[in-house]
């Protein structure tokens, strides 16, 4: 048996023509949607993210200001420079790139952005709406990994599944989505016994660790759905490469299908953030038109 | 039964619960002598159902039994939700209140989810405000729900660390089921999310270290499902006829066929007398927590689980 590869570029670029003609609406009325992203220190860990980003928002119709800040820059300021980011009307979302100097703890920063410019979904009330069933902004990368299961021929209610990795942006809020869509989930992480026991009884297996090779074919039940959302630099003989946390040959042997890494996850995780833009943005016009302006026009 | 059959330990709630109770009169009797705050209450009820005035009432004599301040804020049932709205932005300016809890159900014409993100996240002892319930996801100082805090406390006095075991969560509201899965996660248990759409659920909860039935369903679960040795948190609470007691008498059972686990499990709670008690020594233990944060003192160290 061989898996389907489930195409995320694909997948990008249908949700991207979706997004791009909220985006052309909300310009007509007068909501032009905009990204701030911010990076601070050395930008070369991020720089390959930021320039992704910058060209996703471009091909959307979403302007992108790509900010960096000094590495000197102390908490206070750059709290203050959120502070001005969430009063700015033109600006409907923040992204906090990461890694970020130790001095500044990247939650603390993640709370000072309006829930309803969280664009990334990182808010703890982004979170906690997750949890409650209420999908409005969430975490970009289990929202793209939930979606992908979406797309295939799956009744996902009573579905088993297991989720290998326990983060708190991606293993659980994959596993509350996935309970809200009515599955059994089951979570795995570094204390649990056998990880293979709970991944072998699953329809479809989601696995965020950071470790390539974690799961391997004899790890699945045959036909069954993996998303693998690792995203791990490794050293080959032929140079550097990119791979998932599943070890691909043999899964691909097992499962029914498998994302790709590259062009699984990473894409449609790009296009759920440009999507939650002009989600941020439509909430916004809405909350605006509804308690200060009689015409929905945005001030200034 | 059988004497040479091994018979399941009582996990006592009330009496953990009494223990509990008296640990945070202790230390709220210490705060204020030191005279740093005495931590209140505020209790809001729209309406006059009975049972909630029977709940609220009995939430009160317990704050002001722990030495705490009480404030009681009893609204008609034709109160309007802005009206509501405006109690409780006066309650969050409010430096004697500490805790702010709005007796749910309301009434049909207001929304609870609009009261409950009024509530300020630092007030809300109750955990249901979103910021909250996404602190306990990421493991960010959160305000616990009452009924899964409790339980998690049966848990770890029993088991000590739950590290490593498999648990399994049956039901998924947002008061127990999802708040006692992100507990029971951010513990480090491998844990299993059933509910009423689980295909299987006899396989699964038989696979389980730990299980928490929360799904609000008379004997959902039997005896024979269990994994021998299991620790069984029932938090069910239905009303069942009870013919043996005279006609038309009802009495409270689980969602556990407590006769049939106390058989199989290692340990079991009892309805009533287990869970129960604990969700109201969790409020106290709630109001005190948030006093301590809102006025940046040192919180009793061991009367929360950490979080």
Redesign the interface.
Known sequence: MTATRIDGKGIAARMGAATAAEAEELASAGWPPKLVSISVGDVAAAELYVRNQSRRAEATGIAFEARNYPETISLEQLTGVLAGLNADPSVNGVIIQRPLPTHLPV?TLQRTVHPLKDVEGM??????????N?LALGPCTAVAAVEMLKTLPLTI??L?VTVIG?S??VG??I??LM?GL????????????QVAV?SRRADAVFVAVGKPGLVTGDMLKPGAALIDIGINRIETPEGARTVGDADFESCAEVAGWITPVPGGVGPVTVATLMQNAVLATRMQMERYSGEYATNGARPG | MDDIAKKATLIDGKRFSEQLRERVADEVGRLATRGDVVPGLAVVLVGDDPASRVYVQSKQRAVTAAGMRSFEHSLAAETTQQRLLDLIHQLNADADVHGILVQLPLPDHIDPGVIIEAIDPRKDVDGFHPTNVGRLGTGQGALVPCTPLGCLMLLQAHLGSLAGREAVVVGRSNIVGKPMAALLLGHDCTVTMAHSRTRNLPDVVGRADIVVAAAGRAHLIQGDWLKPGAVVIDVGINRIAAPERGEGKMRLVGDVDFDGAFATAGAITPVPGGVGPMTIACLLVNTLTAACRIHQLDEPEGLAPSL
């Open positions: 939650r808010h703890p009330a982004s979170i906690g709406n997750i949890v409650y209420d209610e009573g088993d326990h708190e942006i659980k809020p596993a509350f309970m009515g599955a059994t989930v089951t979570v795995c992480h570094h204390m649990t016994r709970n």
